[in-house]
């Protein structure tokens, strides 16, 4: 409607040329009537000098009309021709009562407009020249008399010429009308709501052959371009923030790269253009970058349009917190990895840390995203926020997490206990944060890092920047029952302070998987040896660690091999060794006989567990005195040390012999009276067929029976 309006405004133009020129032939017309009935010479003289005066008035005002529109034939086709109505072969035009194509309008248009500008000239005009009396003829001119009749007739003529001209766009704006309408509703059938967009239907039926290029290149997916593409394009046309042949070039390519995935693209067009209106995002670059995105990332198209851009335009680009490339090249990769939970991860995670987005952190979310999978949505949601104050104040530190994420078995242990404690002891200064979260990244790849996370927390007065490599390396060294240890590590709380520490995580490493022995029981079970100095921690140091991995290995089978809980670990030998066996017989210990226990234990590979349950039981033997009774466990002991037997007949042997102490103490012998002489002929006494020979060998009494040789240590 716009372009035909322009046409009539060129047609009013003629109209006021028109009445000049009509007004001109009146007066002629007018001359030429009073003129027979003047008598004088004089007022026939007047009569056209009055004539010509109002004449050459009019022919002013014609050629200053004409100078206005000096342009007038090419300004009026340029119009014509936008809109498109010369393409249409089948429209005819009514010029001088005859039917004319179309095609051929602008032949006669510029012929009407030459001779009407020929004939209006005010210097060169046919009408100027009749009125000055001047005739060119070749190069020279000469002057006449003013011929009345041929300045009527060219009135007349001029007249005739300007009418043509004027029904012509009549003619013109009629059938632009008709067509108008017949475009408009096939608009409609594609789609496009020409009722909420007036303007632009008429400017879009003006380029009507792009219109129908458009449509035949996007196939069956013109529903979506003309319903929700198309018409977010017009403001920008109107703001020239784009040209129509960039919206021909380019849409309909982006239209087929996104195939069936283009609804959620033009669904949502409007956020983009809202860019390029703000001077964020060129054109080409816009097209560029949903182009890659279709190639590359097709599939991910319904999350990123649906959620993902929402966020990252309002938010972040808007804003240039990041740029458009790094928007493309990793908004996509994090649909892919959040997978299902892509919704979650756009929708809520993005608000909940739109303050920790910039440029410097963009490129380590997308990395963490994939590390993260679809827990992303949650991790970002819920746990990163709470992180902000760390991430903005040292960038790196989000470089970091996404590290250990990637070597994380599962991330949401990480978020929910590790990250947690590393921030937790940084913030509260126990240790720095590159300390913490190096820590944190060795324990990740631990069989149960929940529990050892949990676990530290019970232990978190010992941490400090000396102690916490110590505790990195026990965890390693324990895995998989590292929990247990730190579950542990309180036991020992009064033994721990800088000199002994180091000893004690030596002794941790040496004990391995079995190093909640060491704190469950063994250093417990000798505590008040250690503190009363009777045990020095260097001979613990180098005793412990092989009394708990002898038992383990030689006695007793490791109970994870079966299965077994060790959260019920005081049913595992090596701690029922310590508690109760070494608990309930520490004030029998000396250093000699804690090296016998050692060597026994270590070498002999004996149960030292039932030795120690039988001394305890044993009822007689509290009625001696405590160096009494370390008088004889340490012969005892040097018994076990230098038999061969094995234990079932030295236990056997040994109650006998208890039996004959406690018969012989009865009569009232001391204990240091007992002969081992009388002992061996009791034993005969007692076996008399059995028993083969008695060979004393110093301190050591040895009798050799058919089923066994037995070797018991003298008492002198």
């Known amino acids: 409607m716009e372009r035909i309006n322009d046409i009539l405004e060129e047609r009013n133009w003629l109209l006021k040329e028109y009445g000049f020129l009509k007004e001109m032939r009146l007066i002629l017309l007018e001359r030429k009537k009073i003129l027979p009935t003047l008598q004088r010479k004089e007022a026939v003289i007047a009569l056209d000098k009055s004539t010509k005066r109002k004449i050459k008035r009019l022919l002013r005002k014609i050629g200053r009309t004409e100078r206005r529109t000096e342009k007038y034939a090419g300004r009026l086709l340029q119009k014509i021709e936008k809109t498109r109505l010369n393409t249409d072969f089948n429209i005819t035009f009514n010029v001088n009562g005859k039917e004319t194509e179309a095609k051929t309008i602008k032949e006669h248009i510029q012929l009407y407009s030459d001779a009407i500008v020929k004939a209006t000239s005010l210097y060169t005009g046919s009408l100027q020249g009749i009125l000055t009396k001047k005739r060119y003829f070749g190069y020279g001119k000469k002057e006449t008399k003013l011929d009345w009749d041929l300045l009527e007739l060219e009135v007349k003529k001029v007249i005739i010429d300007v009418t043509a001209l004027i029904a012509l766009l009549e003619s013109i704006t009629y059938k632009s009308r008709i067509n108008e309408n017949k475009f408009r509703l096939e608009l409609e059938s594609f789609g496009f709501p020409t009722s909420r967009n007036p303007t632009f239907t008429t400017f879009l039926i003006q380029h009507w052959p792009d219109i129908l290029k458009i449509k035949q290149e996007i196939g069956d997916k013109k529903e979506f371009f003309f319903r929700y593409c198309l018409p977010e394009m017009a403001e920008l046309l109107e703001q020239n923030i784009i040209s129509w042949n960039q919206i021909v070039t380019d849409l309909p390519k982006l239209t087929m790269d996104y195939g069936d995935n283009v609804e959620y693209l033009f669904f949502r067009i409007g956020n983009f253009l809202e860019l390029l209106k703000g001077g964020v995002l060129t054109w080409n670059e816009l097209i560029k970058g949903l182009s890659f995105i279709a190639i590359k990332y097709g599939d991910t198209a319904k999350s990123l349009f649906e959620y993902g851009f929402n966020t990252i335009i309002k938010d972040h680009l808007k804003k240039k917190k990041i740029t458009w490339k790094q928007v493309i090249g990793g908004l996509p990769r994090m649909a892919i990895a959040a997978r299902t939970e892509s919704k979650t991860l756009f929708n809520d995670g993005f608000p909940a840390i739109k303050d920790i987005i910039n440029e410097k952190t963009w490129d380590y979310l997308v990395e963490l995203t994939e590390a993260c999978g679809k827990d992303s949505g949650i991790i970002f949601s819920y746990h990163l926020p709470k992180y902000k ?328």
């Open 389 to 716: 104050e760390l991430i903005l104040k040292r960038p790196l530190a989000l470089k970091e997490i996404v590290d250990i994420a990637k070597i994380s078995k599962n991330v949401l242990v990480l978020f929910e206990d590790g990250i947690p404690l590393a921030y937790d002891l940084w913030k509260n200064d126990f240790i720095t944060w590159d300390e913490a979260i190096s820590g944190i990244s060795k324990l990740m790849v631990m069989s149960t890092p929940s529990n050892i996370f949990k676990q530290i927390i019970g232990i978190k007065h010992l941490i400090n920047r000396n102690t916490w490599p110590g505790i990195i390396e026990m965890i390693e060294a324990a895995d998989p029952y590292a929990g247990e240890m730190l579950q542990k590590l309180p036991f020992i709380n009064d033994l721990i302070d800088e000199k002994t520490w180091p000893i004690i995580v030596k002794m941790a490493l040496e004990t391995k998987e079995d190093g909640f022995v060491l704190f469950e029981s063994a250093l417990p079970s000798i505590k008040e040896l250690i503190l009363k100095n009777i045990l020095g921690w260097d001979t613990i140091a180098n005793d412990l660690p092989k009394i708990i991995v002898s038992a383990e290995r030689d006695i007793n089978p490791p109970l994870y091999a079966y299965g077994i809980n060790l959260n019920t670990s005081f049913g595992y030998y090596p701690s029922r060794l310590f508690i109760p066996g070494f608990a309930v017989i520490q004030y029998l210990i000396t250093k000699n006989i804690w090296g016998k226990i050692v060597r026994i234990i270590v070498q002999k590979k004996e149960d030292m567990l039932e030795f120690f349950q039988r001394w305890v039981n044993t009822v007689f033997l509290k009625e001696f005195k405590i160096e009494e009774q370390q008088f004889l466990f340490d012969k005892l002991l040097t018994y076990l040390l230098s038999s061969n037997s094995n234990m079932k007949n030295k236990f056997i042997i040994l109650e006998l012999y208890f039996e004959f102490i406690q018969m012989e103490l009865r009569k009232g012998k001391s204990i240091d009276k007992i002969n081992i002489i009388d002992f061996a002929q009791h034993m005969i006494l007692l076996r008399k067929r059995n028993i083969l020979g008695l060979f004393n060998q110093g301190d050591l009494v040895i009798i050799k029976s058919e089923k066994m040789r037995i070797v018991i240590p003298s008492l002198k």
